[in-house]
């Protein structure tokens, strides 16, 4: 169970059976610090949409070129942090369309008469 179930259930048990904290993450089994815990990380909604009018610009740049672009911008930000919010706001590589094949019927392969001498067979239109 990650510490923010831990997190959860300790508050379940604390509302619904009136319990304190301490007999709460004793039932549980976990330590008081980690369901006390409050996580503090910063705002980054500036850089998710500048990261997502980058992404939609420049369609063929992955997270560690739209990595580099944003430090030439100037903001403050690590290779991990914008792999993160590039997976959570999937966005993805456009791929590139395939190879263009040909239209349309092609003429009917050659049938074999009958063996040369050499061992290879001699076909009815001869080019």
Known sequence: ????GYREAAGHLQAAYEMSERRA??????????VRYQATRPDDGALRDRLKALAQERRRFGY????????R????????????IYRDEQLTVRRRGGRKRAM???????????????GRWTSSQTS
């Open 1 to 4: 169970m990650t510490p923010a």
């Open 25 to 34: 993450c004793r039932v549980l089994g976990v330590d008081r610090t980690s």
């Open 64 to 71: 560690r070129r739209l990595h580099v672009l944003l430090r």
């Open 73 to 84: 911008e100037g903001h403050a930000v690590n290779r991990k942090r914008v792999q993160r």
């Open 104 to 118: 349309g019927t092609r003429r009917p392969l050659d049938l074999p008469l009958a063996p040369t001498s050499a």
